[in-house]
T-cell receptor, first 117, second 113 residues
Framework: AQTVTQSQPEMSVQEAETVTLSCTYD???????LFWYKQPPSRQMILVIR??????QNATENRFSVNFQKAAKSFSLKISDSQLGDAAMYFC??????????????FGTGTRLKVLA | DGGITQSPKYLFRKEGQNVTLSCEQN?????MYWYRQDPGQGLRLIYY???????QKGDIAEGYSVSREKKESFPLTVTSAQKNPTAFYLC????????????FGPGTRLTVL
């Protein structure tokens, strides 16, 4: 069965510094998508960044970038120049396709990021 | 503005009662989803729908039911068979079920008294 693991329940970073959030996953599929979602105190889930498994190039969105290591099944999120507004819960998520015709979305347990002024 | 609305924001239910959570989207998306969020457990998929009049069970469908009579609407009923219904419920949609970005609503907090 597919699993997504976020081993850091909480992280802290100083404003303007860089922080990396870890995510590992387990799958036997070769074609899948990986995501990082942000959930601020309002609890509205917001997509931060996505990565397609068949693409070797790491995805980047402004201050957010990923380190995708397919063989190691690792998908970490790097936040550069951290801002107070980055404080939130961050969820790593996996989406795979099954031959039964169904899709499966699996979320990690989340990492709470605190940004210190 | 296009988006997903969920109502109500907070919902209280007495034990043994069924309750229906509303989810509406005006994004013209085919696919819609219901997730449950508990502390320390992330999001878990309850049901999803690829198209009108179709829906599939997720990982934790027991004690829940859904309908998809209109493209815009995907209500979730929490039945009395759900043993531990107190949780935060999130609705999401995507252009199609194969499209890789989901858009989420603001959520409904359900508390069983």
């Amino acid at each position: 069965a597919q699993t997504v693991t976020q081993s850091q329940p909480e992280m802290s970073v100083q404003e303007a510094e860089t922080v990396t959030l870890s995510c590992t996953y387990d799958t036997s599929e070769s074609d899948y998508y990986l995501f990082w979602y942000k959930q601020p105190p309002s609890r509205q889930m917001i997509l931060v960044i996505r990565q397609e498994a068949y693409k070797q190039q790491n995805a980047t969105e402004n201050r957010f970038s990923v380190n995708f290591q397919k063989a190691a099944k690792s998908f970490s999120l790097k936040i550069s120049d951290s801002q107070l507004g980055d404080a939130a819960m961050y969820f790593c998520a996996y989406r795979g396709y099954f031959t039964s015709g169904t899709y499966k979305y699996i979320f990690g347990t989340g990492t709470r990021l605190k940004v210190l002024a | 503005d296009g988006g997903i609305t969920q109502s109500p924001k907070y919902l209280f239910r007495k034990e043994g009662q069924n309750v229906t959570l509303s989810c509406e989207q005006n994004l013209n998306h085919d696919a819609m989803y219901w997730y449950r969020q508990d502390p320390g457990q992330g999001l878990r998929l309850i049901y999803y729908s690829q198209i009108v009049n179709d829906f599939q069970k997720g990982d934790i469908a027991e004690g829940y039911s859904v309908s998809r009579e209109k493209k815009e609407s995907f209500p979730l009923t929490v039945t009395s068979a759900q043993k531990n219904p107190t949780a935060f419920y999130l609705c999401a949609s995507s252009m199609t079920v194969s499209y890789n970005e989901q858009f989420f609503g603001p959520g409904t907090r359900l508390t069983v008294l």
